[in-house]
């Protein structure tokens, strides 16, 4: 799905919580990956101007869960350690939306090249 | 909706957040409760999150920006109401929201209120230390 506007990051909310209801997630596991998925998705509106959100469901017999990628072909990031780093931010957010949404789950990379733009993908598994 | 509807209740004012909330909407709010904090003197702002599934960065941010303005105009700031699941992920997430206090629910938030208030009071007008 597109994630171009503010309106599209409440889209985002309301579409991984339905997958991650889906794959059976537990209602923390649950939230932690919505969570997650709207710091990023905000990310993807605020520094990437607008970029777009794949979703798969997972399920093959050994563990349930979903994994997610942002992409965008933004500015990108010039310094990746530094901007997983707790309250550093380029913009006027709290710094904490990559570094937390690593924390929120079980599987982050992340992949990004000055002027190339940005990739995200994360997971959460049942 | 287009604002958040504020109520006053006894000298504190209570904020029910039940919409996803955007970038607007929340600029929108800080500034309709700082105009209500000084048109009431209000000495209490209770924002009842009971309805969010979701609190993140963003949200935390204008938490933090809300006690942050309530304490310039003397009015102290209580999020009533978090879901349990909400309260683990904050703590994951690194959200410490440290200048916001908490409470269960908008009783015991305004009981908050009202004993801080009192304590502050107290403290203005001590006993005669003559007697």
Same mark, same amino acid.
């Given at each position: 799905? &597109?994630?171009?506007?503010?309106?599209?990051?409440?889209?985002?909310?309301? @579409?991984?919580?339905?997958?991650?209801?889906? =794959?059976? $997630?537990?209602?923390?596991?649950?939230?932690?990956?919505?969570? &997650?998925?709207?710091? @990023?998705?905000?990310?993807?509106?605020?520094?990437?101007?607008?970029?777009?959100?794949?979703?798969? /469901?997972?399920?093959?017999?050994? #563990?349930?869960?979903?994994?997610?990628?942002? !992409?965008?072909?933004?500015?990108?990031?010039?310094?990746?350690?530094?901007?997983?780093?707790?309250?550093?931010?380029?913009?006027? %957010?709290?710094?904490?939306?990559?570094?937390?949404?690593?924390?929120? /789950?079980?599987?982050?990379?992340?992949?990004?090249?000055? %002027?190339? %733009?940005?990739?995200?993908?994360?997971? *959460?598994?049942? | 909706?287009?604002?958040?509807?504020?109520?006053?209740l006894g000298s504190s004012l209570l904020v029910t957040i039940?919409?996803?909330?955007?970038?607007? @909407? =929340?600029?929108? $709010?800080?500034?309709?409760l700082?105009? #209500?904090i000084?048109?009431?003197?209000a000495r209490g702002v209770l924002i009842d999150i009971s309805?969010?599934?979701?609190?993140?960065?963003?949200?935390? #941010?204008?938490l933090d920006?809300i006690a942050a303005?309530s304490r310039?105009?003397?009015a102290r700031t209580v999020v009533v109401g978090m *879901?349990?699941?909400?309260?683990?992920?904050?703590?994951?997430?690194? $959200?410490?929201l440290q200048g916001v206090q908490t409470a269960l629910n908008v009783e015991r938030g305004m009981a908050m209120i009202a004993r801080q208030d009192?304590?502050?009071?107290?403290?203005?007008?001590?006993?005669?230390?003559? !007697?």
């Amino acid at each position: 799905m &597109a994630v171009q506007t503010p309106d599209d990051v409440v889209r985002v909310r309301q @579409l991984v919580r339905v997958c991650a209801v889906k =794959a059976g $997630l537990g209602l923390v596991d649950q939230t932690k990956v919505v969570t &997650a998925a709207s710091e @990023l998705a905000r990310n993807t509106v605020d520094y990437g101007g607008g970029g777009s959100l794949t979703i798969h /469901c997972i399920d093959d017999g050994a #563990r349930r869960g979903v994994r997610l990628v942002f !992409e965008d072909h933004g500015p990108g990031i010039a310094d990746i350690p530094m901007a997983l780093k707790d309250g550093y931010t380029t913009g006027k %957010g709290l710094g904490l939306g990559l570094g937390g949404a690593k924390r929120l /789950c079980n599987e982050f990379a992340i992949e990004s090249h000055p %002027g190339r %733009g940005t990739k995200v993908t994360i997971a *959460r598994w049942k | 909706m287009d604002r958040i509807p504020i109520l006053k209740l006894g000298s504190s004012l209570l904020v029910t957040i039940q919409v996803d909330m955007h970038d607007r @909407l =929340a600029t929108t $709010l800080q500034e309709d409760l700082t105009n #209500r904090i000084v048109a009431h003197s209000a000495r209490g702002v209770l924002i009842d999150i009971s309805a969010l599934e979701i609190v993140d960065s963003f949200i935390g #941010r204008m938490l933090d920006n809300i006690a942050a303005i309530s304490r310039i105009l003397d009015a102290r700031t209580v999020v009533v109401g978090m *879901r349990p699941a909400v309260a683990i992920t904050l703590v994951e997430l690194g $959200l410490t929201l440290q200048g916001v206090q908490t409470a269960l629910n908008v009783e015991r938030g305004m009981a908050m209120i009202a004993r801080q208030d009192e304590a502050l009071t107290q403290i203005a007008a001590p006993a005669d230390p003559a !007697e």
